[in-house]
Nanobody, 113 residues
Framework: VKYVESGGGLVQPGGSLRLSCVVS????????MNWHRQVPGKERELVAQ????????EYADFAKGRFTISRDNAKNTVYLQMNDLRFEDTAVYYC???????WGQGTQVTVSS
């Protein structure tokens, strides 16, 4: 199993980024997929979750109204659209099927002016 996250970068407050997670080793179709993030020195936290069919999504309170999780089963890829980014969104972002590791390398998101 391998998760390859990309799309991170340096962005100003209020900006947007779209993260991608290409999955290999299993077909994402039908499985719940999550985006998580981690700041050095803190525990990894759940950002967003999408159901196997993509019909249901859930978000951490800090992500509601700003982030959108989606999936393209044909490309075996999960996305996280992040808008109105804030300083506190700075973190390394990871995707994973719950309980189905190992973690990928993540993609760094830095929000700075």
């Amino acid at each position: 199993v391998k998760y390859v996250e990309s799309g991170g970068g340096l962005v100003q407050p209020g900006g947007s980024l779209r993260l991608s997670c290409v999955v290999s080793g299993f077909t994402v179709s039908g499985y719940v997929m999550n985006w998580h993030r981690q700041v050095p020195g803190k525990e990894r936290e759940l950002v967003a979750q999408i159901s196997g069919r993509g019909t249901t999504t859930e978000y951490a309170d800090f992500a509601k109204g700003r982030f959108t999780i989606s999936r393209d089963n044909a490309k075996n890829t999960v996305y996280l659209q992040m808008n109105d980014l804030r300083f506190e969104d700075t973190a390394v972002y990871y995707c994973m099927r719950p309980g189905f590791g190992p973690w990928g390398q993540g993609t760094q998101v830095t929000v700075s002016s």
